[in-house]
């Protein structure tokens, strides 16, 4: 029987890298049977046709129409394809509440499904949603935490739900996203133990990641989002910042939960990963696991407990001494963008 793999990539835990290893090693994969879906749900053969189908799942999540002719087109390449192949329909849109219902109920009956998901653990999540999107809205840190916690996001146990009720033949193979947890301790690696890829091969997986700086530059541009970004997913000013720092200075440097706010997230989360744990989870301790993994809370002097004038210091510092730039405050990142997006220097 054809088997189905469907990976509902949760944001920020390691979607794109495992969907870039895809494309590199495509020729490798299909030579083992396994064949990959693009954003027209072909299987092709040349990796520079492969990208992630994120625009027709959309489409099909929020249109009748193209919702049914979404199921009949990957209805077919089911049908299509050979007993013995292995098809993969990776997007970080499969982790939308409304894919599992809409898109794939019943489609355990038409071939063999496995549900894969990887969870970051929720203290690690938030400061990185943060670091992505919710500083160039200018909220503080201490503001993202209130609002994930608001809106229960990540909401992991309800979306994992809504697959095995839609899928209730389905294997469900919930992983951690924590180095130590996986093959190689990386996702891409672990994604691929499911083609039984052999765990000692070459390391030709790179590893994505959104571009980190220096706490006090992050709080910088936060405090000047408008001068810096152009809307919550735009990524150009970090980028050539990043590019343009030291190394010293492309890190965070600082924890960035304070004790309390990775207390309140670790409480908040408790119940639900207890519940993700025990009900999803190949753990023999599932409150170990809980406790020790997702629930750590971290010791020592973090961001967010540091002083505005502290912060505000140690960033004009920084940029004084990389790019010699006189000033403070708004005249400063004027400058600084004025810099960086010089099209002759970028």
């Not at 992991?156 to 095995?164: G, P």
């Not at 996986?182 to 765990?199: C, K, S, T």
């Not at 970004?229 to 939960?257: E, I």
């Not at 670790?266 to 993994?293: K, T, Y």
Request: aromatic share 10%; charged share 25%; net charge neutral.
């Amino acid at each position: 029987m054809t088997s189905l793999i469907l990976h509902a990539g949760f944001p920020k835990c390691g979607s794109t890298s495992i969907f870039n290893a895809m494309v590199a090693q495509l020729p490798a994969l299909r030579a083992r049977g396994v064949r990959v879906f693009n954003r027209d749900l072909d299987l092709p053969e040349d990796p520079a046709q492969l990208q992630p189908p994120l625009w027709p799942l959309q489409q099909a999540m929020e249109s009748p129409e193209a919702g049914v002719a979404f199921q009949a087109r990957l209805r077919g390449q089911i049908t299509a394809a050979g007993p013995d192949e292995t098809l993969v329909l990776s997007s970080e849109n499969l982790a939308d509440l409304r894919a599992p219902a809409r898109l794939f109920a019943g489609l355990d009956r038409a071939c063999d499904v496995t549900v894969v998901a990887y969870i970051r653990p929720q203290i690690d999540w938030i400061p990185s949603a943060w670091k992505q999107w919710d500083l160039k809205d200018g909220l503080t840190l201490e503001a993202s935490v209130q609002r994930h916690l608001r809106v229960n996001q990540p909401n992991y146990l309800r979306i994992m739900r809504a697959w095995r009720a839609a899928l209730p033949g389905a294997r469900i193979r919930l992983r951690p996203f924590l180095p130590r947890r996986m093959v190689r301790g990386q996702p891409a690696y672990d994604f691929f133990a499911l083609f039984d890829w052999p765990a000692g091969a070459a390391a030709v997986f790179t590893e994505a990641s959104n571009p980190s700086v220096d706490f006090a530059l992050m709080h910088f541009m936060m405090r000047h989002h408008d001068v810096f970004f152009d809307s919550r997913h735009d990524a150009r000013f970090a980028h050539r910042l990043t590019r343009a720092l030291p190394p010293a200075y492309q890190r965070p440097n600082a924890r960035m939960l304070s004790a309390d706010q990775a207390r309140r997230i670790r409480d908040h989360f408790l119940n639900e990963n207890f519940a993700l744990a025990s009900g999803f989870l190949d753990d023999e301790d599932p409150e170990h696991f809980v406790m020790a993994e997702f629930g750590q809370i971290p010791e020592g002097l973090a961001y967010g407990e540091m002083s505005e004038a502290q912060i505000l210091r140690r960033a004009h510092r920084i940029l004084s001494e990389v790019f010699d730039l006189p000033g403070q405050d708004r005249p400063l990142a004027l400058a600084l963008r004025a810099r960086l997006m010089d099209d002759a220097i970028a």
